[in-house]
């Protein structure tokens, strides 16, 4: 059975190429025997964490509401947002989809 996994990748800096962090987090996927389709790979560029509304992440908690994944795969809670109540959302829907959030530099 395969395990398909989304990421979410951010970066505050728009001059700041986000390519390294999505190619460490598609490595993680790969390592884990998940799979990862090109329309489950969210960004965010020039964005700070403290503004939730973001295409990316907009685009990725539609993916979630629909089910597509069980993992997520991001660096860090705060990639998501860097407001508890914000990042609550984002972690209560992946848990009501049955989706697994994996942060790996927690």
Not at 11 to 16: G, L, V
């Amino acid at each position: 059975m395969t395990m398909p996994a989304a990421l979410y990748a951010r970066t505050p800096d728009p001059t700041q190429s986000i390519a390294a962090n999505i190619a460490r987090l598609r490595a993680y996927i790969a390592s884990q025997g998940w799979t990862l389709a090109d329309e489950h790979v969210f960004q965010d560029a020039g964005y700070s964490g403290l503004v939730f509304e973001r295409s990316g992440l907009e685009a990725l908690l539609a993916a979630l509401q629909r089910g597509e994944f069980v993992h997520l795969v991001t660096e860090h809670p705060d990639t998501l947002s860097r407001t508890l109540s914000d990042r609550w959302y984002v972690e209560n829907t992946a848990a009501r989809a049955g989706c697994r959030i994996v942060y790996v530099d927690e």
